[in-house]
């Protein structure tokens, strides 16, 4: 998955983010906008997890939007 079309799309990708991270807050994700290092972050904060376990979350969450274009 491309992270600049993520950035770029941040709006639409948000609602999906929710989805996969309940915990995380709408403000999370405004701060988060599209950046996967901030997102990677406020996972760890908000889930406890550390780096390794959110980048793998990140990963999962990628293979299954990879089909996503525009």
Do not use: C, H, P
């Not at 639409?12 to 999370?28: V, Y």
């Amino acid at each position: 998955m491309n992270w600049d079309i993520v950035e770029g799309n941040w709006k639409q990708f948000k609602g999906k983010a929710k989805e996969q991270w309940g915990k995380l807050t709408d403000d999370d994700l405004d701060v988060i906008a599209g950046k996967r290092d901030q997102l990677a972050g406020r996972i760890q904060e908000a889930y406890g997890v550390n780096k390794d376990e959110a980048e793998k979350q990140i990963s999962a969450f990628e293979k299954r939007n990879e089909d996503w274009r525009q």
